[in-house]
């Protein structure tokens, strides 16, 4: 036998490529798929079917059906009777460029609405993630995944400062906030918003304890320089005002409860109006002498005082001091509030050359003694004094 030598090869068919997968159109990705689609259609080589309208029966044929296989039955329904890729392509194009405009604008505003998100006072962490993880949901939904590391900074950021400027200073500093989790972060800070109303019922319980502990001491001294027992007290709906110790003590006393109804402070406008003017004063006097505001509840004390010392309509020929103690007030002693006052130094060590007086600030007399109440800026502290003089035109 001879030797005998293979065939050649015979040209056959062009052989497509297989592996590569057509991705699948929905309602909000066209731009993307698109993209796909063009690199997809390249690779087996027939791009130019539909770029340039070339006219090759095999190419199109094969055109098509990745096309069929990248877009939902819905759409293979409306527009699979076309006779070229060409014409499927072009109106695949047209269908979705709208819905890609809409999808757009819709995301434009979410995330308007994204940077523009705020913490109120009154929310609670619980609430605001709901809105913040709803907003990142709908943007995801519409194509774009907000990182975790952006969401846990748009979150710290949108706190309000003044309940949690002190934690998020802490987790700033100790965590890496491009790699911490949102969840964790939410947690922590879920942790130390119980922690704070905690601290809030407490102290909404001690101011409830202080406004009761005043009351009684207030009824006990009015009831002695009145030589009466108390009546009747008019209040609002506070809950320093009806709480269970209060009310308790109101009954014992035989004391009738006048309460006046929620938002209604018309219904109390005696003591509205008093509170107005009292302020009012205090405003007047602070300004006046450039005192500063954390002054304030010497200026109030202040005010008191001078309020029912001077006349009122309600009054005739008396003021309500007259009126209540049954005698005439004495107020050459009283001075303009705020003014220079110096007080004289008692120190039995004083060198002959030593000052012997100190500049102070007049707040007014001291209750219950013969002696000035006067203010030390350098110590911040209050001094009580009867060797004063004052300069009442400098303040």
Same mark, same amino acid.
């Given at each position: ?76 329904? !409306?527009? *699979?009777? +076309? &006779?070229?890729?060409? =014409?499927?392509?072009?109106?695949? $194009?047209?269908?979705? %460029? ?103 019922? !407490?102290? *909404?319980? +001690? &101011?409830?304890?202080? =406004?009761?502990?005043?009351?009684? $001491?207030?009824?006990? %001294? ?174």
């Amino acid at each position: 036998m001879g030797d005998t030598t293979p065939p050649p090869p015979t040209k056959g068919k062009e052989s497509w490529p297989s592996s590569v997968q057509c991705p699948m159109l929905t309602a909000t990705n066209y731009t993307v798929w698109a993209m796909r689609m063009k690199v997809v259609l390249r690779v087996h080589k027939v791009w130019d079917t539909i770029n340039s309208g070339v006219s090759d029966e095999d190419k199109n044929d094969m055109a098509m059906a990745l096309l069929f296989q990248s877009i939902p039955e819905t759409l293979i329904r !409306q527009i *699979g009777d +076309q &006779e070229t890729a060409k =014409a499927m392509w072009d109106l695949i $194009k047209t269908r979705h %460029l709208g819905a890609e405009r809409v999808r757009e604008a819709r995301l434009q505003t979410s995330s308007m609405e994204f940077d523009n998100m705020k913490m109120n006072e009154s929310d609670s962490i619980d609430n605001f993630v709901g809105k913040l993880s709803s907003i990142a949901s709908k943007s995801a939904a519409l194509g774009e995944v907000i990182d975790e590391a952006r969401l846990v900074k748009k979150f710290l950021k949108s706190l309000p400062r003044s309940k949690y400027i002190q934690m998020v200073s802490s987790l700033e500093q100790v965590l890496d906030l491009n790699k911490t989790g949102f969840e964790d972060v939410v947690g922590r800070l879920r942790a130390y918003e119980k922690r704070i109303r905690e601290e809030e019922i !407490q102290g *909404g319980a +001690q &101011e409830k304890s202080e =406004a009761f502990e005043s009351f009684k $001491k207030f009824k006990a %001294l009015i009831e002695t320089e009145a030589g009466l027992p108390m009546k009747t007290l008019r209040t609002d709906r506070g809950g320093k005002f009806t709480s269970r110790d209060f009310n308790r003590f109101c009954d014992e006393s035989e004391i009738i409860r006048h309460l006046t109804a929620p938002y209604t402070p018309q219904q109390n406008g005696g003591v509205e109006r008093r509170n107005r003017t009292l302020m009012g004063m205090v405003r007047s006097i602070l300004k006046a002498m450039q005192v500063p505001n954390y002054m304030w509840g010497e200026a109030a004390r202040h005010s008191t005082f001078l309020i029912n010392r001077v006349p009122t309509r309600a009054l005739v020929d008396q003021t309500p001091y007259e009126r209540f103690k049954k005698k005439k007030p004495i107020i050459e002693h009283v001075r303009v509030f705020g003014c220079m006052a110096y007080a004289k130094i008692d120190n039995v060590h004083l060198k002959k050359l030593d000052d012997r007086s100190r500049q102070l600030v007049y707040l007014g007399s001291e209750t219950g003694s013969k002696a000035y109440r006067l203010f030390d800026s350098n110590t911040r502290k209050i001094v009580v004094s009867r060797d004063v003089v004052f300069d009442e035109n400098k303040g």
